[in-house]
């Protein structure tokens, strides 16, 4: 690495070429690539993930402090202890991708001729952050003798990117080069899976973790279970709670979520407050991704009143709604035909200083198609689940809209809506 002279002089290049930059605000991030429907699959977690972090008391769920309880071992065992002016320039460029700004890491990180392993290790980090995924293979790919911990920023980058084949060949290649998976090789690879909807997958690599011997942890039943949940899988799902209360792991509130959320797709809200009913007897307080959680599980004329209920409950405990909250009061108005609460929601919104999301404008032009079909007397047939005859009602957690320039119906998956858009009607 660079003498202090020489890292002194980089310094002075890479602020003066900083200072050329736009600088991007803490936490936000450049909008990827959007389709018809809303944002791309790695543009739609990064909003996520910033309202994630954003909010108070979430901070056990950050990735920093999951992996922390995590029994792996650390970035220094497999880099060793850099030298100062290492660690200071990693530092900074590991300070800046974390908060999201890979533009401004980049500048020093090309300052540097010969960057040593913890620089590669910090500028790879700032660009998964980001999901610049060119940008984070350009990196791995010219690292040559790239360890574990890269895999596993690579593999939780494009987990979350529904890439799961590219996952499955990283974790392929790392055990082909004589490394061993970690707790968060397979954590990550769950996520993959969960995004796919393959919980079978989710429980092999499971139980391989059990067979090698690794420590299970809360984070790794809590990867395990939201992997199930993504994928409505809630009998695997409740098998993992089990399995934690026979192993004397404590529960915490975020599994409980998962359970939750794998009722979602079904609109199962009689399961989804039966677990809600255990969470609250074994004294968890539910936050606002919990309640934001089960209020997705209603549907129908009834949601509307259900969510409400929620509502008052959840301010009762001094939690107030965020926007994922208000997305699904305002899909719950939608399904109700209530276009008065639909408009007093905003209101609310924009009264309350709360931001719209992808999601929010999504609700918003869906509803603006119920009101054009309403007004062309089509209501029924395009936002009603038939009632007898003619058309079978649509599979669990699929919706119909028409599109008003051709007349005709487009179907779309509530956990998807951006990838499973499609002109065909899908069976059961």
């Known amino acids: 690495m660079a003498t202090a002279a020489v890292t002194q002089s980089i310094w002075q290049r890479a602020s003066a070429k900083a200072c050329r930059l736009p600088v991007l605000a803490t936490g936000c991030f450049k909008p990827l690539r959007c389709t018809a429907v809303g944002f791309s699959t790695e543009a ?3 909003e996520k993930r910033q309202s ?7 901070e056990r769920f950050s990735m920093a402090a999951m992996r922390e309880r995590q029994a792996v071992p650390s970035v220094l065992d497999y880099l060793g202890r850099p030298d100062k002016a290492e660690s200071d320039l990693s530092f900074e460029i590991r300070s800046l991708g974390t908060s999201r700004q890979w533009e401004q890491a980049l500048v020093l990180f090309s300052a540097v001729q010969e960057p040593g392993p913890h620089v590669l290790y910090a500028m790879l980090q700032a660009y998964a952050k980001s999901f610049q ?15 574990v911990p890269a895999y596993n920023l690579m593999i939780a980058m494009l987990s979350r990117s529904k890439r799961v084949t590219d996952c499955e060949n990283l974790l392929q290649e790392l055990k082909a080069r004589g490394m061993e998976p970690t707790a968060v090789t397979y954590t990550s690879m769950m996520t993959a899976y969960g995004t796919a909807g393959n919980s079978e997958a989710v429980l092999r690599l499971f139980s391989e973790m059990e067979a090698k011997g690794l420590a299970i942890t809360e984070v790794e039943y809590g990867s395990a279970m939201a992997a199930c949940g ?38 199962d809200g009689s399961t989804a407050r039966s677990v809600w009913n255990d969470m609250k007897q074994r004294g ?13 599980c209603f549907e129908g004329s009834e949601a509307w009143q259900n969510v409400q209920e929620l509502r008052v409950e959840m301010e009762a405990a001094g939690i107030k709604p965020h926007v994922f909250f208000y997305n699904e009061m305002l899909r719950a108005a939608t399904e109700g035909a209530d276009e008065e609460a639909f408009q007093r929601v905003l209101r609310e919104m924009d009264e309350r200083s709360v931001a719209r999301n992808s999601r929010t404008e999504i609700r918003i032009t869906r509803q603006q198609r119920q009101q054009e079909a309403a007004r062309r007397g089509e209501f029924g047939a395009a936002h009603r689940r ?28 509530e956990a998807d809506p951006s990838g499973s858009v499609t002109w065909e009607r899908p069976s059961n």
């Open 284 to 296: 968890l307080k539910p936050d606002v991704v919990a309640y934001t959680c089960l209020a997705s």
């Open 133 to 147: 995924i060119e940008r984070a293979w350009q990196v791995f790919n010219s690292w040559n003798s790239r360890p």
């Open 386 to 413: 038939p009632s007898s005859g003619f058309e079978a009602p649509l599979p669990p957690g699929w919706q119909q809209t028409m599109d008003p320039s051709s007349g005709r119906f487009y179907y779309w998956r």
């Open 230 to 267: 993504r994928s409505a899988d809630y009998a695997n799902a409740s098998e993992l709670l089990a399995k934690m209360d026979a192993n004397r792991v404590e529960p915490h509130i975020g599994h409980f979520t998962s359970l939750i959320m794998a009722c979602v797709q079904k609109r």
């Open 44 to 46: 739609r977690w990064l």
């Open 52 to 58: 994630f972090d954003e909010m108070s008391g979430r």
